[in-house]
């Protein structure tokens, strides 16, 4: 029983991080329509920014908002420059601007940062938490400061203008358009907030993945999982689904004879597939019907 | 939220490429062909070794081609159906002691029917969701190789070493350039296996479903069918394309197959022009020379030129060498007037 908690407590605390990629995919694929195949590269490289912040003697927290400042413009400049003139393109087109995203991205890093393993600090230490055995107090603060986001961003979408109006640009471009909603500035704005709530989940997972160009891999497929395993049209259901997913990868790890950390990828595989053969709208999703 | 209607009058997932521009002029084939059978009688044995790999590239950019040019699917995982089709051939040369050449219709057929399954879920995805899928295929393949239960035959994280065959018959040619030609008659089968198979009725039948998929199915294509089939033949060529590539390089490893060789192999589609079955020897010595020349700059550059490139064609030329390709035929057509 004690092993069985332990797992579920050590689930939730990797599912906080997925919740985060899965929430970071689904914004820009409520903007867009489109999953950001570099999400996962541009929270790596957000990593790598607030390291080379600490490298220069910020400390932590001030480094972790400025990280988050400078992935929010990174988000809007990305969308800007290279994703708005895709708009009316067809899916190829789109496909391969994210995959050249994520080679670049990937490649950058490596020539600035190179290739070698890096420590990365936690601001919330390593001891067992509260005393007990079960969780780290990193592990806790991973789950503290993803429950914490989530508590902002659904205050900011539910409360604000700004909030509304981008719900608004996401489900009926066309009439927040006539309302005078600037649907435009609105996609750009998610890309944004995509961006930093990614560089959270970066640097929340780097303690545990250690820093290097390619880290953020595993957890970006398990952050479709998630998104997919919740329904992409919904916010609420990715943070559900990277939960679950979370839970569900250390349990299998746990309990399935001959599923180790090297099945890891194979098992966000069939998880992915699975949602997608049985339920593709995902847990939360609304199904898409198709009118002739 | 209530369910959202969406009408299908939507863009299609690919531009559609008329039938007469998915392939060369007679003229312009006999030339390139001339070339390839020519050119290693004249180079070192490093070259012909490279000229081989862009011949097997080549067949695995043209099998991606048929599946996103031909049925407008798209699939982020080829490495997985190269790698599934390198190691097939790799075991049945080493553990069985099977001829090469033997191994590789054996490697195109497991593949059809790996890709004919992972089709069968796939079938329901369209669009991004497909991408999605075989994006975690990709990611998923070598660690399902490094398997410890596959272990005595796969060689694990190690890999498999590969013998090179010699020239039969006594045919006085280095072993290099006998893998050449080998590979070449190959290619060229396959290639026109191609060009029928996009000029038939199943081809016409992709097409159909590439532009208008209810049209397709109104018309009376089996929607289901065909897309499975197309996943199985791209997934089979490619696995034969694996199986050279196992021979030609000696060596199969799982690192050898990540997501970065399906990302190679996107981008050379790209490059050469989706849905333009020559392009794929262009978009093949693409994903071959330029990481040669950007390595030889700066370790790890070769991923950033990717990138850049691939945003500077989608920018300036989306139809890739097709579009370069016609701009030069009106700019000699203009010539001749003049």
Not at chain 1, 162 to 178: D, H, K, Q
Not at chain 2, 297 to 312: H, N, P, Q, T, Y
């Amino acid at each position: 029983m004690e092993l069985f908690t332990n797992q579920i407590l050590a689930g939730i605390s990797t599912g906080a991080i997925y919740a985060c990629m899965a929430l970071a995919v689904v914004m820009i694929y409520q903007a867009i329509e489109h999953l950001n195949f570099a999400q996962g590269e541009m929270a790596m490289f957000s990593t790598f920014i607030s390291w080379q912040l600490m490298q220069w003697g910020v400390p932590y927290w001030a480094a972790f908002v400025l990280t988050l400042g400078i992935s929010f413009a990174g988000g809007i400049a990305i969308e800007r420059l290279l994703f708005k003139p895709l708009a009316k393109a067809p899916i190829l087109t789109n496909v391969a601007g994210f995959i050249a995203l994520y080679a670049i991205l990937n490649s950058f890093a490596g020539l600035i940062w190179d290739f070698t393993i890096k420590q990365y600090p936690t601001p919330f230490g390593s001891s067992p938490f509260l005393g007990s055995q079960l969780i780290s107090t990193h592990q806790a603060g991973m789950i503290g400061v993803t429950v914490l986001l989530l508590v902002l961003l659904y205050l900011f979408f539910q409360f604000t203008r700004v909030g509304l109006a981008m719900r608004a640009a996401a489900s009926v471009p066309e009439s927040a358009r006539l309302v005078g909603i600037n649907t435009s500035w609105m996609i750009a704005l998610g890309w944004g907030m995509a961006a930093a709530i990614g560089s959270i989940a970066g640097m929340m997972i780097a303690p545990v993945v250690f820093l290097e160009p390619n880290m953020m891999l595993g957890v970006l497929i398990y952050g479709f999982a998630a998104a997919v395993l919740g329904g992409l049209t919904s916010p609420f259901g990715a943070v559900i689904g990277g939960f679950l997913v979370g839970i569900f990868e250390n349990l299998a790890g746990t309990y399935i004879p001959g599923v180790g950390n090297e099945l890891k990828l194979p098992i966000a595989l069939a998880l992915i597939i699975t949602v997608l053969v049985v339920k593709p709208a995902g847990l939360f999703g609304r199904p898409i019907v198709k009118r002739v | 939220m209530s369910a959202v209607q969406e009408t299908v009058t939507e863009a299609p997932a690919v531009e559609a490429v008329p039938k007469r521009a998915m392939t060369l002029g007679a003229g312009s084939s006999l030339v390139m062909l001339a070339l390839l059978i020519l050119v290693p009688l004249f180079v070192k044995n490093f070259i012909i070794f490279q000229l081989t790999m862009l011949l097997i590239y080549g067949l695995a950019v043209l099998a991606l081609n048929i599946l996103t040019g031909g049925s407008g699917q798209f699939s982020l995982g080829q490495s997985a159906f190269y790698a599934v089709g390198a190691y097939t051939s790799a075991i049945l040369i080493e553990h069985v002691g099977m001829n090469y050449a033997l191994t590789l219709p054996i490697a195109g057929v497991v593949c059809f029917g790996f890709g004919f399954l992972f089709g069968q879920p796939a079938l329901r995805l369209s669009g991004v969701y497909l991408a999605l899928a075989t994006f975690a295929l990709a990611t998923a393949m070598p660690q399902l190789l490094k398997l410890g239960v596959f272990e005595t035959w796969t060689g694990g994280v190690q890999g498999l070493v590969v013998t090179k065959p010699d020239a039969p018959f006594g045919l006085p040619m280095s072993q290099d350039m006998w893998l050449y030609y080998f590979t070449l008659v190959i290619t060229v089968a396959i290639y026109i296996f191609s060009v029928n198979l996009l000029k038939s009725r199943s081809g016409r039948a992709f097409m159909a479903i590439r532009d208008n998929e209810i049209a397709a199915s109104a018309m009376g294509i089996d929607v289901a069918l065909y897309k499975t089939l197309a996943f199985g033949v791209s997934a089979g060529i490619t696995g034969v394309a694996g199986g050279l590539g196992a021979i030609a390089v000696q060596f199969v490893a799982p690192d050898g197959y990540t997501i970065t060789l399906a990302i190679s192999l996107f981008l050379g589609m790209v490059v050469g022009g989706v849905g333009w079955l020559p392009g794929s020897i262009v978009g093949s010595a693409f994903i071959i020379f330029v990481p040669n020349i950007a390595e030889g700059i700066s370790k790890g550059l070769s991923g950033a030129v990717f990138g850049v490139l691939l945003f500077l064609i989608i920018f300036l030329v989306p139809h890739g060498a097709r579009q370069i390709a016609m701009i030069a035929q009106q700019l000699l057509g203009k010539l001749k007037k003049s």
